[in-house]
Nanobody
Framework: QVQLEESGGDSVQAGGSLRLSCQASGYVSSSKCMAWFRQSPGKEREGVATIHTGDGSTAYADSVKGRFTISQDSAKKTVYLQMDSRKPDATAMYYC?????????????????????????WGRGTQVTVSS
């Protein structure tokens, strides 16, 4: 019922900024947990940022805190990931995901640092490559 489509990935130089977008189609609750995950070759998928669309609360993995910002545009049914001060270690496939159930803001934050096995909806991913 819910489809997620990521965009904005690119191959860019380190030090700049990049914004990823995740646009949802179909029915989307006004109070849902949305998140960005990333995965590099040979590494496990890990949640880097979450946002609960109900109260707007956010959470970040320590590895990206202070450099990445997750936000939402409810009217456009879109969530964003602003990536500042990009480093080569940010190179990965980035996935947008959402819940199938009704997580609380506290439950939403638990996706940070996890592989997101409980996520109900996934986008196909967008590749981000950062070169030095």
């Amino acid at each position: 019922q819910v489809q997620l489509e990521e965009s904005g990935g690119d191959s860019v130089q380190a030090g700049g900024s990049l914004r990823l977008s995740c646009q949802a189609s179909g029915y989307v609750s006004s109070s849902k947990c949305m998140a960005w995950f990333r995965q590099s070759p040979g590494k496990e998928r890990e949640g880097v940022a979450t946002i609960h669309t109900g109260d707007g609360s956010t959470a970040y993995a320590d590895s990206v805190k202070g450099r990445f910002t997750i936000s939402q545009d409810s009217a456009k049914k879109t969530v964003y990931l602003q990536m500042d001060s990009r480093k080569p270690d940010a190179t990965a496939m980035y996935y947008c995901a959402g819940e199938s159930s009704h997580l609380s803001p506290e439950g939403c934050r638990l996706w940070v640092g996890s592989p997101g096995a409980s996520c109900g909806y996934w986008g196909r991913g967008t590749q981000v490559t950062v070169s030095s």
